[in-house]
């Protein structure tokens, strides 16, 4: 089946500054590529995807650049802000969603 | 349109015990996902309903169910409770099965003694 890994774990980073998590995967055939942000106690939230036909896809600070060849995908986050603080999952579906472990990112003011 | 819903929202029970939680999804979404949220695993999919029948099933075993109704709403059992199953599941909607965006529920915090 299809196996995501995440990196990193974790994430501080000051306010203000850009944030980068990468996702590999392991099924060629997978072509939806979503990432989640889940703030503490609150459930999961789509907050960008891509799909296998788009290299990139920008929405405001955040950007997803997704690479077939390499089976690799990533999430950016720029000028990033204390709101921004959160556990982060990409996914890739197969025949299934498959997330990642997740990354927990802090921003510090 | 309301948000998934999920009950109970927590539940204890002890080992060898059974226990079903219930999804419903969003009016008009008829495929439902369940995930189990441990620490350090992230979401681990469990299975995929899609117009009453199991489109897909993760690795788990044979102890965890799941059946989807008519109106779209899903259950999922399981049976035989161990220690490890201890952990948060949350149910997901979405309008269709497959690459589609997937709206969760606020999750079953289920404690095994």
């Known amino acids: 089946g299809e196996n995501v890994e995440q990196h990193p774990s974790t994430l501080s980073v000051q306010e203000g500054d850009s944030a980068v998590i990468k996702c590999t995967y392991s099924?060629?055939?997978?072509?939806?590529f979503p990432w989640y942000k889940q703030e503490l106690g609150k459930r999961p939230q789509l907050i960008i995807d891509?799909?296998?036909?788009?290299g990139e896809k920008k929405d405001q600070r955040i950007a997803v650049t997704l690479n077939k060849t390499a089976k690799h995908f990533s999430l950016h986050i720029t000028e990033t802000q204390p709101e921004d603080s959160a556990v982060y999952f990409c996914?890739?579906?197969?025949?299934?969603?498959?997330f990642g472990k997740g990354t927990s990112l802090l921003v510090t003011p | 349109k309301a948000g998934v819903t999920q009950t109970p929202r927590y539940l204890i029970k002890t080992r060898g015990q059974q226990v079903t939680l219930s999804c419903s999804p969003i009016?008009?979404?008829?495929?439902v996902s369940w995930y189990q949220q441990t620490p350090g695993q992230g979401l681990q999919f469990l299975f995929e309903?899609?117009?009453?029948?199991?489109?897909n099933k993760g690795n788990f075993p044979g102890r965890f169910s799941g059946r989807q109704f008519s109106n779209s709403r899903s259950e999922m059992n399981v049976s035989t409770l161990e220690l490890g199953d201890s952990a948060l599941y949350l149910c997901?909607?979405?309008?269709?099965?497959?690459?589609?965006?997937?709206?969760f529920g606020p999750g079953t915090r289920l404690t095994v003694l």
């Open positions: 997901a909607s979405s309008p269709i099965a497959g690459k589609d965006e997937q709206f």
């Open positions: 891509i799909r296998s036909n788009v």
């Open positions: 099924d060629s055939a997978s072509n939806y």
């Open positions: 009016s008009g979404h008829r495929s």
């Open positions: 309903y899609f117009s009453e029948t199991q489109r």
């Open positions: 996914a890739a579906e197969g025949y299934a969603l498959n």
